[in-house]
């Protein structure tokens, strides 16, 4: 059910933000695939808060554990790989007084409806951030295969907060703390190196597989390729990328489509946008009700606050495309 | 595997736009459920070309007859229903010049890369915006099946050619008709009815579900939900909708989260907008390359073409909704 | 769901007995595989009734008519691959006094409680055996890709109503004719020159994939690989098979383990075996209830019967046994 | 890609016999679902060797701890539930004169293909009983689920060593130890309390899908329901059973279908039965070959060895039908 993605490089997400412990296992890595662990650690460490003034400074000990699927080397061995992140703070006492007001924009409520009773609420439960930590050590390695292979992946902030000059971003993200309030953006990920014809038709095209990956980052609330929701202001003679022969290879003039024609690559580098909505953790008093009595209250969240996760988001969203793109290689070596 | 989608109410779609037929087989249909096909029928319509002067006039027969899986009442006997679309027109011929110069901003290129010589170029073969039909079948038959349970969807185009207001849109789509250009635009899908908690976690939660399926869609290029990629310029305070308990329900005020908090809905209503870029195909001259010499070459499409898809699109975005919605449905009911 | 097996080759089956067609789309075929219609027809007619006297004899028009997928030259052109098998015989009625009896040993009362009266009756519905058909069009063409890598399929009776001799067999069956009753049968399957290494881990090692795709036949009640059931009398150091280096290659003396090791193939052939049930139509008088009064009744299948299913069977196995495989084959590749 | 299996009660099992840890992370619990962790660990330790004097004597320690999915009353929350055995012997350096001379009747030498060097050989890695473990856990949570539908399952050896009394059947294993041999045999599992019209058509029929899971448990290589391989010498006369109406129910005599018609369930008791070979593990000397040079060697393996592991697999039996059958469950309730 949606902890599982991939068909041929498939990964199972688990854990709650305050549970033993996080992990993930990931099958269909060949036998003999390196994994620099070093590396993978300190890849990981980029979406871990505290690395600058500009995110929460909660300390979190995001080290991955590997329970199974390397040997001595490092390599894989064809079994499974599973990595295990222990948390640190599985008390759970401090959200008692939430379990029954849902923070706006969170989703607490949702997940009441769901989940019911016995629903885990602390810190946000299985819907909390922090589970995008075993899914940048999938991603990850995927990374690190996809090296190998010639193809870089990399992200960055486009907007926050409305402003999209970094100075004013960082700019606008002090304000937010200061005021106790957050700041969306976009972050834009480029991904170069993939050869033509990658890409498996209609609901398995890049496009779909990328969506559905970034979508299940907390807080994506929209995702374009190439020109995007720009293109509806286009027409067609300045949206269509004029093929030409360059630098030995078929090329576009331009990038609108962003790579990826009919859903399967075209060679030109694949670019994506995600929109990340401001972290709905605010510490401004806000309206909600309490769900045993339908009564109107006025909501305050205690403790630290993010005002903007898009910094650390930005290496989740490399691991969100790297997995999708390398399950999509995958499938095509199956063809050739 | 893209053919294939769900993990309940599960079809596959097959066919090439000059193939003997398109068609669709869909499982997991309960047995018992009464198909109306006249209404199915009409609703396929609603996608047709040559319906107004602002569509391509081809003529398609776009007949879904049922193979297998309803009984004589029309009601699914527990076996998967097989829908067949018979093509009128299975000449390729006319296709022939176009197998070794891609179309810019079709899929021709990326296809030639995938599938190599033997691949069918007919009419953009199984990238034609005539497999959209059996989409519209499977969908047409979820969206029968949700007004039994309350849930109404409908879409409507915002955006055409950079214009939000409906007579300019149409204007648009005539200047572009007259330049032998074309003019994209954004759809947006309203679903009413779903009551709170549906949807599974993470990579299968709501967002996840409507934007793999709708990036299914030929030409779709972005999707948003609630406040999107706006909420990107917007503080917590402003994009959080604060709960409210309204007309003997919990409600929110404001629906920037377009009815989905954590991948699950909310019972508010679910919104999203789908970005079209223009059809790639005009009348305009061109620039491309012959992918057997890498000489430059100047295209010019000869025959039909569609100055405008957005308006045909719109039932087909109802019937992606629908049918990642059904799904997510049915994979609630297991829980409850 | 299961109407749909596989990872890469992977097809649903579709259609019932007396439905206006049954058939079978095909997914994952390499873009350009070439599909020998005529040899595929032959495969098809290995197991339609009426070919010799051991069998029924209804006529059944069993001819694939594809309609999608395939080029003028019967090559693949990467989208997914359909065929369709038009029945004649759609008349219904002739079952109508069957509806609330259920036969003995058929399908017909474990339908009505999962279908209840929408359920299509005719002629086993969607459990008929006429579904064969489309797994053997799938297995036909996993046949001929299997051949042109070396792999060979074959099957053949070893057990017919207790006899393992060919002419006692056949002297079973008319005796079964003669006395308007039925007898079972066993088919041994065996796989020859695939590679060591195929298969993958646990639930979708050889046995599991080959055994799932087998017990979807209808009538089938046992699958045993190597040396099965047998080996339960067997002490280690006579089950297991030495290693032996041989004709430049490494084997192993003796293939009690048929073939697989751990669910991965060992380069030795691969054995199975089927039991298929005596077919439940039988022209004697049987005991049943009528289901909408729960009283006794005497029940007498009219019509045609067929003493012995086990012959035609032979070519079901083969396609079943092709399909498992070729997948598995197709997921190695991966790993490569 | 097989160590992941189900639909809706969809689980992984990963970890290799020497790696730091196994386990198993189940999806598709439905939250509230309270877990009995003291009868689940009673139910786990059936399994454990040393259990009695029939039963290899090494100490395992199989206490599984939940990392995720549970809250402090031991219910579901409705993420995946994670569940980890840690392995106290981690040492490999036990089985380096085996990583080349693959032992008869072992994974060895198809590992060997599949994975290349770098897999993991020590204690047959990830084919290694030892991840029996994990099925129990999954298995043991859905027998717990089962039983308060009413349903009960139980497997019981049959045969060992080719005897059917229980006497004789320990007689055998003892012989076997002395002998420094190994004996195979078979066990019926029956399940009791299933209603009538469960079971998805064709391969995810109830017999395709227990065959599926039940052929992952290393060893086994046969799989029969009702009479089976035995029905292969009956007439359609003897092998169909009758239905009678009796104790205000529909019902069979006799039950040679083993409880399934057409894949789907009768309501009466599922009973099916699964060979084991016996424990390629022996003490005596065997013939192999050194696959780096292709040169004859004998093998003699050292250390423990288990003369009989069909006493310990009794509950994975149970655990391997439970998990298969509660997946057929809840699919079944998306239907009604």
């Not at 008692?96 to 019911?116: C, Q, T, V």
């Not at 930590?133 to 902030?157: D, F, H, T, V, Y």
């Not at 009700?289 to 009564?295: A, G, L, P, Y």
Request: hydrophobic content about 40%.
């Amino acid at each position: 059910m949606g902890n599982t993605i991939g068909s041929i490089f498939r990964f199972t997400i688990w854990g709650q933000s305050h549970a033993p412990a996080i992990g993930v296992t990931i099958e269909g890595l060949p036998a003999g695939t390196h994994i620099d662990r070093e590396k993978l650690q300190l890849f990981l460490d980029r979406r871990r808060p505290g690395q600058n003034q500009y995110s929460t400074t909660r300390k979190e000990s995001d080290t991955a554990v590997f329970a199974a699927g390397l040997n001595e080397d490092s390599d894989t061995v064809g079994a499974p790989v599973t990595a295990i992140i222990k948390n640190t703070n599985t008390r759970s006492s401090d959200y008692n007084e939430l379990k029954y007001i849902p923070r706006p924009g969170h989703s607490d409520y949702a997940a009441m409806a769901k989940y019911g009773e016995s629903r885990d609420a602390a810190g946000g439960g299985q819907f909390s951030g922090r589970l995008t930590a075993p899914l940048c050590i999938a991603g990850g390695i995927a990374i690190q295969i996809l090296e190998k292979k010639g193809i870089k992946i990399s992200a960055r902030p486009v907007m926050i907060g409305g402003e999209t000059e970094e100075e004013k971003m960082l700019e606008r993200i002090d304000e937010a703390r200061a005021d106790g309030d957050s700041v969306g953006g976009i972050i834009e990920c480029v991904i170069e190196g993939v050869p033509a014809g990658v890409g498996e038709p209609m609901f398995d095209g890049i496009e779909s597989r990328i969506a559905q990956m970034v979508f299940g980052i907390p807080a994506v609330k929209g995702v374009e390729f190439g020109s995007g929701f720009g293109c509806a202001g286009l027409k067609g003679s300045e949206n269509n990328d004029p093929f030409i022969f360059k630098d030995g290879r078929v090329q576009t003039e331009g990038n609108n489509h962003g790579g990826i024609l009919g859903g399967i690559t075209s060679s030109m580098p694949i670019v994506f946008r995600a929109a990340f909505k401001p972290t709905p953790s605010i510490a401004k008093e806000q309206d909600s009700i309490d769900i045993r009595t339908n009564e109107a209250v006025k909501l305050k969240v205690k403790g630290r606050h993010d005002p903007c996760i898009v910094l650390r988001a930005v290496p989740v969203v490399e691991a969100a495309a790297a997995a999708a793109i390398l399950d999509e290689i995958f499938l095509s070596e199956v063809r050739l």
